[in-house]
């Protein structure tokens, strides 16, 4: 029979709301699955400084833990403020990845349109990263917001998301990269 004495957990011991969600979720479809898989494996990051020559205004995760097989990422960002008139912006998100001291920028890899006067149910923006899959010998990705308006001109991309969103690290609501081991089922 195996004891466990002890169980090791990091810093950030208290789960992510988010992950809360996603956790809750992941129990009731395995509860509903009757062929008895063996789960589905599910990362997270919580942000981290970026390297010290990467630009300013990005979200940065250190992602040297990645297991290979992942499928499927989200950024999840808690939405703090609305703004106080029925503005929408079109949000455009880019990565760049860090790897042996070479930063790597990505193409677009989601754009929609974002309503700043309503926040989403959940409390969380959730994009779609996918794109930045297979990360192999990556040591950190980032991800950075830019913001145009109806007729196409950009906005203060760094300013506009700490306005918007919960960036400071340490607290509960920190950006959050979650990644699948199958394609992402949004809480």
């Known amino acids: 029979m195996l004891h466990i004495n002890k169980v090791s957990a990091s810093h950030h011991a208290k789960p992510h709301p988010y992950m809360r969600k996603i956790y809750q979720r992941l129990d009731s479809l395995e ?11 599910v990362q997270s ?5 970026g390297p010290h020559h990467a630009p300013p205004g990005w979200i ?11 499928l499927g ?3 999840v960002l808690f939405r703090k403020s609305l703004h106080p008139l029925p503005i ?18 990505s193409r677009t890899l989601h754009e929609r349109p974002l309503t700043l006067d309503q926040r989403p149910s959940s409390g969380y923006d959730v994009f779609d990263v996918s794109g930045i899959l297979p990360l192999q010998r990556v040591e950190g990705v980032g991800f950075q917001l830019q913001y145009a308006d109806d ?19 340490g607290s509960l609501s920190e950006p959050l990269l979650v990644l699948y081991q199958s394609p992402p089922r949004h809480v």
């Open 73 to 75: 990422a989200e950024l």
């Open 45 to 49: 990051y919580r942000s981290v400084d």
């Open 31 to 41: 509860a509903q699955d009757l062929e008895g898989s063996d789960g589905t494996l």
């Open 88 to 105: 929408s912006v079109t949000v455009s998100l880019e990565s760049i990845t860090a790897s042996e001291g070479t930063l790597t920028r």
């Open 60 to 70: 940065w995760f250190n992602v040297s833990s990645l297991k290979p097989f992942m």
């Open 151 to 169: 007729s196409g001109s950009l906005v203060l991309h760094e300013a506009l998301t700490q306005s918007l969103y919960s960036v400071s690290r």
